[in-house]
């Protein structure tokens, strides 16, 4: 991990250049970027670690500045629908630090990460020095609440095949790998994370993968999903 290793120096740089590239924070200064830098509080979490639990009362904002986390809905069995991920460069946290109220999701790392994190003051001080700094997080809010309207509408309207054809098929996109014959490859994932990461139980997502593998859309080989290039016409 980059941050292991690095000075106190080094960590300030680092936590600099990541807040110069995100949009909320583009308004700012680089003397004020620099001073804010110092403010953040850098710790360490691991693969599988909360970073707090939805319902606490903290108020705090954080970066991710190596690794990736996830928020997620859990209920009392243990299912988990996942909301979002964050990598490198993302911040979360905005939703109690603007409205005071407790965590409205679980925040879980999805691999060994570094993470800043900012006290809601320090935070409320920056806006008033610069008010940019809270319509840029509004825009940022905004085009969150648009990918939760996303998932909204495949939730309602997407059958438990369609909603993980979809999300296959970004991944495809996104890994961007082919095999040979043409099919998407893409890592597999384990039932439980696709079933966490479609809104559907582990058993209905057993069940379609079944059919999917029967009707040759997807493939399984070894450590990898194969993805037939027709499921895209066939969504
Ligand atoms: P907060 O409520 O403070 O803590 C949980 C965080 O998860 C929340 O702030 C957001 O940063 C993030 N979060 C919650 N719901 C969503 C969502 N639907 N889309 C993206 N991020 C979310």
Do not use: C, W
């Given at each position: 991990m980059e941050l292991n290793s690095s000075s106190g120096k080094d960590k300030n740089a680092l936590i600099e250049r990541l807040l110069k590239e995100l949009p909320v924070f583009k308004s700012l200064s680089d003397n004020y970027l620099s001073r804010i830098a110092k403010d953040f509080i850098v710790f360490q979490v691991k693969k599988g670690e909360t970073v707090f639990y939805q319902s606490d009362s903290s108020t705090d904002l954080y970066i991710v500045l190596d690794g990736a986390v996830r928020a997620?809905?859990?209920?009392?069995?243990?299912?988990?629908?996942?909301?979002?991920?964050?990598?490198?460069?993302?911040?979360?946290?905005?939703?109690?630090?603007?409205?005071?109220?407790?965590?409205?999701?679980?925040?879980?790392?999805?691999?060994?990460?570094?993470?800043?994190?900012?006290?809601?003051e320090k935070f409320l001080t920056a806006v008033k020095n610069d008010p940019m700094i809270a319509i840029d997080l509004l825009s940022a809010v905004?085009?969150?609440?648009?990918?939760?309207?996303?998932?909204?509408?495949?939730?309602a309207f997407l059958d438990v095949s369609q909603r993980l054809m979809k999300l296959l098929l970004q991944t495809a996109k996104a890994e961007g790998g082919k095999d040979k014959s043409g099919f998407?490859?893409?890592?597999?994932?384990?039932?439980?994370?696709?079933?966490?990461?479609?809104?559907?139980?582990?058993?209905a997502i057993s069940k379609v993968i079944k059919v999917l593998a029967f009707r040759d859309v997807v493939r399984e080989d070894g450590d990898y999903f194969l993805i037939s290039p027709d499921a895209e016409t066939g969504m």
């Amino acid at each position: 991990m980059e941050l292991n290793s690095s000075s106190g120096k080094d960590k300030n740089a680092l936590i600099e250049r990541l807040l110069k590239e995100l949009p909320v924070f583009k308004s700012l200064s680089d003397n004020y970027l620099s001073r804010i830098a110092k403010d953040f509080i850098v710790f360490q979490v691991k693969k599988g670690e909360t970073v707090f639990y939805q319902s606490d009362s903290s108020t705090d904002l954080y970066i991710v500045l190596d690794g990736a986390v996830r928020a997620s809905l859990l209920n009392q069995e243990g299912q988990e629908l996942v909301l979002a991920t964050f990598d490198k460069g993302d911040f979360f946290g905005e939703m109690s630090l603007l409205d005071g109220k407790p965590r409205s999701a679980t925040m879980i790392a999805v691999e060994d990460s570094a993470l800043g994190m900012l006290k809601r003051e320090k935070f409320l001080t920056a806006v008033k020095n610069d008010p940019m700094i809270a319509i840029d997080l509004l825009s940022a809010v905004v085009q969150r609440l648009r990918m939760a309207d996303g998932m909204i509408e495949s939730l309602a309207f997407l059958d438990v095949s369609q909603r993980l054809m979809k999300l296959l098929l970004q991944t495809a996109k996104a890994e961007g790998g082919k095999d040979k014959s043409g099919f998407f490859r893409i890592k597999k994932l384990t039932h439980k994370e696709l079933a966490a990461r479609t809104g559907a139980s582990r058993e209905a997502i057993s069940k379609v993968i079944k059919v999917l593998a029967f009707r040759d859309v997807v493939r399984e080989d070894g450590d990898y999903f194969l993805i037939s290039p027709d499921a895209e016409t066939g969504m």
